[in-house]
């Protein structure tokens, strides 16, 4: 007898499979979760951070950067831009000075557009981009280029 | 046209493909952006056209969905929509909510958006594909709710096809993740690692139920293969898109912060992810070859076997590209990333749209399929798209081999925007290639008011 | 492709659609096998010293439970092919209890690795043994699930020795669940 | 095949998994005891291929497929095992 193939078989094996792999990716998620505290650096969410990270969406910055390289690729890469440039020592100022410098106005150059940021929500997007230049990302990116 | 209420898809159509080109314009914007700094700053800076492009696509293609399912669930249930009236209103709540969110993000400051649209209530804006503000949200999740009732009340009257109850759990299992784009914490990494729910889980999960769906009704209709056999194979390929799109999404978790093991889950089943598009496009030819019938509309049959064709490549291919963890550790985030998604998206679900739109709408204007005339036509549209679309992708992925090569290989590694303009070439001429899709797009307009003599409606 | 796999020889034992997922999860599992031994190249060190952790006998307990139990469901196909419905439901009962033993034995190794703090972070060799262990161990539960509702048809006499494809795909299942540790015992617990 | 031919096979089958215990339990280490104990493996999954799934009796193609996964899978895990 050759070999049936019915499609109430095809029928089980799909919800069979489909309910399988979901509950793994559950259970995976479940153990992803008691694993991100070691990891993620959220000890160091203070308010600026949360309020930096308002800024950061409200002005749709991930419209043109990438963040741990997920948004656009049309700005450089802004998970690691705190170490870039110069870390504890002169990173927080030459971000502030950069974003207050803006846009450059140089003809045919990408522009960045002024958002009117005051000195105190500058602080907190320096503290957003601190806190996630130290999340453990695997050593990503390669090199601090980003 | 076999019930009256099939008609209600057609303002989904016509919608879908006018924001389509309102897709692909601001696309131009943009490209020509990468390579003209400064082309149109301020009134439209680059993150607002992006926002525009990405936003459009997707809300294009949930009309072109909603569409194909109000068309195909009252021929597979074998009854009248349940309510048309509804279908009608949600049509214009949709698009006018789409509408006023795209002159919100082009006319008004997106913090000042965001402040007059309760974003401090609930913040769930300025993450990419979910810009949308929290009110457009919600107006999303009625539309929805308000489709899936039309629809499974409709499926619960009548009969219970596989093609409609695996439609409808893509449907389904859409609105369910879109729920999660509300969700925003502080933690940086949970709000990615659940971010992807949303974006991941549509395009190589659900979506591709919605895919399979489409595609199989259209070749049911187009080549007339019994539908036990279409059905049974059917089931095949979205059981294994599941079993290896679930896991799939680890490919997303290597480097924003979750744990390492997702480096080996992500790889290992994200590599077998091309294995149901490669199923697809055998399932789609092995049909057409064993087709029972000549069907009068030649375009269709073209735009189902590219969708086979052309969903492998894109999200097949191009995705296993750099899907591996030790490549896309050097590929994350560069013009790669946008070379398969640019690919991807057309092949998989502009193309499956525009089947059913291809099949659909001579139907619902009273014919089996256009003239001969114009189907040639479609067809010219059909090349020019898929070729071109083909071109950006290869300058993309060129591009991002410059990227990857320059800026994040070597040992002297260059900055961001030197790279840049080291690969403007490239950009320049995806340019192009982007002036010949939109070309191509027009083309398949004027395919539709082509005049000529048509064979009797079906 | 044509749907029928017309052959010469007998068609495939039960459903072809449960081949299909088959051979996808020996892909996928094999992908993983492969990749547990090259990335125990990079640090065969921590690897070994890791595997000394392992209880090796209730690993080789379990292979001996799964082979038997593949026996019992091959006695329990042979059995409903001579129309011995009652038989058939005896065996394959019998492979249902084995799989709960395996099932036993297999959560106290994890419990006793979990309690001593290992988990999927702890190291690779670790990830590798948790992350395969357990996706076999709930490749057997699902093989335990279809066994039950093939056991519940036959012992109302659903099959006979015309039409019995239904006891044949719970058994191609449950084989493939024993071939996949037939190669994961020796790999994990043994090489080194 | 008159009926105690399974408990054959299940009985080699036992045999052959108290080896490779053995082979564990002892200390022989080296490519020798791999390359041994990935065979008892081949051998084992054949065995179980071919009596009790029943692959004997159909067509070469599938029972090809099966040998030739575990040729693979073990080929290539010796080829790690070589390298370090």
């Known amino acids: 007898m050759s070999t049936t193939f019915t499609k109430s078989m095809a029928r089980n094996i799909f919800y069979g499979g489909s309910v399988f792999f979901f509950l793994l990716f559950i259970a995976l998620t479940v153990d992803t979760t008691h694993a991100l505290p070691k990891r993620d650096n959220s000890q160091n969410i203070t308010p600026e951070v949360a309020r930096g990270k308002k800024i950061w969406e409200t002005n749709n910055c991930i419209g043109c950067h990438t963040l741990l390289g997920e948004g656009a690729y049309f700005a450089p890469e802004l998970g690691n831009v705190y170490k870039r440039r110069g870390g504890d020592n002169g990173g927080a100022e030459f971000i502030k000075g950069w974003i207050k410098a803006q846009p450059t106005g140089i003809p045919g150059r990408r522009q960045m557009p002024n958002f009117h940021l005051t000195d105190q929500e500058l602080d907190d997007v320096v503290a957003f981009l601190k806190y996630v230049s130290e999340i453990n990302t695997e050593k990503w990116p390669p090199n601090i280029e980003g | 046209m076999q019930y009256k209420s099939q008609a209600v898809a057609k303002p989904y159509f016509i919608a879908a493909i006018g924001l389509f080109i309102g897709q692909i314009v601001f696309g131009l914007v943009m490209g020509l952006q990468y390579v003209v700094g400064d082309f149109l700053f301020p009134a439209i800076p680059f993150n607002i056209a992006r926002m525009v492009h990405t936003n459009l696509l997707i809300v294009w293609l949930l009309f072109g969905f909603m569409g194909s399912a109000y068309y195909l669930i009252p021929e597979e249930t074998e009854n009248e929509l349940y309510s048309p009236k509804l279908a009608i209103i949600t049509f214009w709540i949709f698009l006018v909510a789409g509408a006023l969110t795209v002159v919100g993000y082009l006319f008004v400051p997106y913090s000042t958006l965001a402040e007059w649209t309760g974003n401090n209530i609930l913040a769930t804006m300025g993450r990419e594909f979910l810009e949308q503000p929290l009110i457009t949200k919600v107006g999303i999740v009625i539309v929805a709710l308000s489709f899936l009732f039309n629809i499974c009340m409709t499926l619960l009257k009548g009969r219970k096809t596989s093609i409609s109850l695996v439609l409808v759990l893509g449907l389904v299992g859409l609105a369910v993740f879109f729920l999660f784009s509300f969700y925003n914490p502080t933690n940086l990494v949970l709000d990615k690692y659940y971010w992807w729910w949303v974006v991941h889980l549509w395009v190589e999960g659900v979506w591709e139920l919605i895919l399979g769906a489409i595609l199989a009704f259209v070749l049911i209709k187009v080549t007339g293969v019994d539908r036990e056999v279409i059905e049974k194979w059917l089931y095949v390929i979205v059981t294994m898109t599941l079993i290896t799109g679930i896991l799939g999404t680890g490919h997303h978790y290597y480097w924003i912060g979750a744990p390492e093991y997702w480096q080996w889950w992500g790889s290992v089943f994200s590599a077998l992810e091309p294995i149901p598009f490669f199923m697809m496009t055998i399932f789609a030819f092995n049909m057409v070859n064993r087709r029972r019938r000549e069907h009068p509309n030649k375009a269709a049959v073209l735009w189902a076997l590219g969708t086979g064709v052309l969903a492998f490549l894109g999200a097949g291919v191009w995705g296993f590209l750099h899907t591996l963890a030790p490549v896309n550790y050097y590929t994350h985030g560069t013009q790669m990333t946008a070379s398969h998604g640019h690919l991807a998206f057309y092949g998989a679900y502009v193309c499956v749209v525009i089947t059913m739109i291809s099949y659909a709408m001579p139907i619902l204007r009273g014919r089996a399929a256009n003239s001969n005339k114009a189907q040639v036509v479609e067809m010219w549209s059909f090349w020019l798209m898929s070729v071109s679309i083909v071109f950006i992708t290869l300058f993309l992925t060129a591009a991002g081999i410059v990227q990857v090569w320059l800026q994040r290989y070597s040992d002297a590694p260059m900055a961001f925007m030197a790279v840049q303009d080291k690969a403007a070439i490239f950009y320049w001429m995806r340019e192009g290639a982007g002036v010949i899709f939109l070309i191509g797009l027009l083309t398949y307009v004027a395919s539709f008011f082509i005049k000529g003599e048509t064979k009797a409606a079906a | 492709m044509t749907a029928e796999a017309k052959n010469q020889h007998e068609g495939l034992p039960g459903d072809f659609a449960i081949w299909i997922f088959i051979l996808a999860e020996m892909l996928a599992f094999g992908v993983l096998f492969v990749a547990y031994a090259f990335a125990r190249a990079h640090d065969v060190a921590l690897f070994n010293a890791s595997q000394e952790t392992l209880n090796r006998t209730s690993g080789a307990i379990n292979t001996l439970v799964l082979i038997t139990s593949s026996y019992f469901v091959a006695r329990g196909v042979d059995a409903i092919k001579r129309d011995l419905s009652r038989d058939c439901a005896w065996w394959l009962g019998a492979t249902w209890l084995l799989g709960a033993v395996f099932i036993a034995i297999k959560s106290a190794e994890f419990h006793e690795k979990f309690s001593a703090g290992i988990t999927l972070s702890t190291n690779s060799f670790y990830m590798f043994y948790l992350a395969l262990t357990f996706f076999h161990f709930m490749h057997v539960l699902m093989g335990m699930i279809i066994l039950a509702v093939v056991i519940v048809k036959a012992r109302r006499g659903g099959y006979g020795s015309r039409d019995h494809a239904g006891v044949e795909t719970a058994a191609s299942f449950w084989h493939m669940v024993d071939l996949l540790w037939i190669i994961l015992f020796p790999l994990i617990y043994v090489i080194r | ?84």
């Open chain 4, 1 to 84: 095949m008159n009926a105690n031919f399974p408990t054959l096979i299940w009985l080699a089958l036992v045999a052959l998994t108290l080896t490779t215990y053995a082979i564990g339990a002892s200390d022989m280490t080296g490519s020798g005891a791999m390359l041994t104990v990935l065979f008892i493996a081949l051998v084992k999954g054949q065995m179980v291929a071919n009596y009790f799934m029943g692959l004997r009796h159909v067509a070469p193609g599938w029972r090809l497929l099966i040998l030739g996964w575990f040729l693979i899978v073990g080929g290539l895990i010796a080829l790690a095992y070589k390298l370090t």
